[in-house]
């Protein structure tokens, strides 16, 4: 069965301050593919990146970076400077190679302090 | 806009009722996939489609719902004799299934209010 896992809830941070989303996920799959979304407090789910179960380059685009590691089958985001507008729920999901549905993990709700 | 639209965007009923939800795709996208999303958790999936066959539906979809894409375009998801426990935000993606592609873009949803 295939499930993903973000075990903080909510987290809250003063502007400027770096921070890390955890996300472990579970497969039988040998390839797959993993996502990052962000959801706004306008509720719209927002694409930010997806990674193949083959690539285990960790990816930065601007303050966004994605650490991917089979190893302990985690796939975390950090944001680094983070700012108020980075305020949202941010979920971590998974899908197989031959099934295109995609497993959400609960979110993880992070509040950006002025 | 060339986005994924829904419509309504906010939907109220009596428990009981039925509803009907509309999802328009991105132009070309062959796949879409509807999900739930309840207060506090993640998108659940429901059922997908490519082009106008529905090829998955999850144990979630009950018999009071059914999904149709009748012509490969725009997709309806109807709700039968709804119940409070059907209060939710329904989502629609689509996906253009090329090349291994497996982005999914969402619209903006349809919160549903049962009372």
């Known amino acids: 069965a295939q499930k993903v896992t973000q075990a903080q809830t909510e987290i809250s941070v003063v502007e400027k301050e770096d921070v890390t989303l955890d996300c472990v996920y579970e497969t039988r799959d040998t390839t797959y593919y993993l996502f990052w979304y962000k959801q706004p407090p306008s509720g719209e789910l927002v694409f930010l990146i997806r990674?193949?179960?083959?690539?285990?380059q960790n990816e930065i685009s601007g303050r966004y970076s994605w650490n991917f590691q089979k190893s302990t089958s985690s796939f975390n985001f950090t944001i680094t400077a983070s700012q108020v507008v980075d305020s949202a729920v941010y979920f971590c999901a998974l899908s197989a190679s031959r099934d295109d549905k995609i497993i959400f993990g609960k979110g993880t709700r992070l509040h950006i302090l002025p | 806009d060339t986005g994924v639209s829904q419509d309504p965007r906010h939907k109220i009923t009596k428990r009981g009722q039925n509803v009907t939800f509309r999802c328009d795709p991105i132009?070309?996208?062959?796949?879409l996939y509807w999900y739930r999303q309840t207060l506090g958790q993640g998108p659940e999936f429901l059922t997908y489609f490519q082009n106008e066959a529905q090829l998955e539906k999850s144990r979630l979809l009950s018999d009071r719902f059914s999904a149709e894409r009748p012509k490969g375009s725009f997709s309806t998801l109807e709700i039968q004799r709804t119940e409070q426990g059907d209060s939710a935000m329904y989502l629609c993606a689509s996906s253009l299934k090329a090349s291994g592609k497996y982005e999914q873009f969402f619209g903006p949803g349809t919160r549903l209010t049962v009372l």
């Open positions: 132009s070309e996208h062959n796949r």
């Open positions: 990674r193949n179960s083959f690539d285990e």
